[in-house]
């Protein structure tokens, strides 16, 4: 492991101005769950850790006018415990509650959660130089792929392992970055970039810019919404196949409704798909199992991924049915 020095700022100003020396390669920590691992099994060595838990100010859950305001160094289990977000956003509390252990919660953040990197062996693997790491291949595509993608493939087969993206996603939040320009406000659907737009990254943060904030909207009238993730093991795990649903309901229909997964993509993804099968129609076991279909019909498996695909379909019928309960 690479020595490195440790920064603790006093201001996001701070944070960006350390961010954007020249010639040296700071990351920011919130918990470090992730960060620190990537630094020991040597897929990055960083100058300089900034370590964002130093600012005070940034771990908040805050009920504005127009929602909810997050803090990005809110644990994951301050999230997952506070009753606002438990009220009025089922299925982010749902998320927020079955990531990893009780312990990494309690370390996590929300925004480290939301800028984690994937745990594709091949990418965590130092000796491998990866397409995500500047190479000129994916050795998933033809290699061993079993947790890999099903949708959205090609330059990197990795899949993103957030719970609460798809969550937040599908509630429609929006994310505060700032930078030594100021700060710009960008849905969180469009913070995510696919393999084709950057291979080597998977969100649109700038070297200079740091997460700092997370804005969900005030749910509307009907407003219901749930989060079902399926693991190989008992004990905590990273999501084979995860479905978060908002549904808005007139009535016993639905007037609008967003359906996000996770695991099955390398970024969030939506099933628009599904969501159009569902659109205007009452949910049933059987219009629900319909919408899953429409979505599987879309997935491109590797060799060892194909039964994700049959995952995938039992995850969001069952999702679609919990959100409108």
């Not at 205007?280 to 919408?291: H, I, L, P």
Request: hydrophobic fraction near 45%; charged fraction near 20%.
């Amino acid at each position: 492991m690479k020595d490195f020095k440790f920064g603790t700022p006093k201001s996001v100003a701070q944070v960006t101005a350390a961010l954007a020396t020249p010639g040296v390669d700071a990351r920011v920590m919130g918990g470090g769950t992730d960060l620190l691992g990537e630094i020991k099994e040597g897929t990055i060595g960083p100058d300089v850790v900034i370590d964002l838990k130093a600012l005070l100010g940034l771990a908040y859950v805050r009920e504005e006018a127009d929602g909810i305001a997050i803090g990005a160094c809110t644990t994951v289990a301050g999230l997952a415990e506070d009753p606002l977000i438990a009220k009025n956003y089922r299925g982010l509390h749902e998320a927020a509650s079955v990531i990893a252990s009780p312990q990494l919660r309690n370390m996590g953040t929300v925004g480290g959660n939301l800028c984690q990197r994937p745990r594709c062996w091949y990418y965590r693997d130092a000796a491998t130089v990866c397409n995500k790491k500047g190479g000129s291949q994916c050795f998933a595509e033809k290699g061993r792929n079993k947790y890999h993608a099903i949708f959205g493939g090609g330059l990197c087969w990795a899949v993103y392992p957030s719970d609460l993206a798809p969550a937040l996603i599908a509630l429609g939040a929006s994310v505060v970055m700032a930078s030594p320009q100021g700060e710009r406000t960008v849905p969180l659907s469009d913070f995510y970039a696919p393999p084709i737009v950057n291979v080597r990254k998977e969100n649109i943060l700038g070297r200079q810019d740091v997460l700092t904030e997370v804005r969900i909207p005030a749910p509307k009238k009907g407003d219901r919404s749930a989060y079902l993730k399926f693991t190989e093991r008992g004990a905590w795990d990273f999501a084979v196949v995860s479905a978060a649903v908002r549904a808005t309901f007139d009535g016993k229909s639905v007037s609008d409704i967003r359906i996000v997964c996770g695991g099955v993509a390398p970024v969030p993804w939506r099933l628009k798909a599904a969501e159009d099968a569902l659109r205007g129609r009452a949910v049933t076991e059987s219009s629900a199992a319909q919408a899953a279909a429409r979505a599987a019909a879309d997935a491109r498996p590797l060799a060892e991924n194909g039964y994700k695909v049959d995952i995938l379909k039992a995850v969001v019928a069952r999702a679609i049915l919990a959100a409108a309960k």
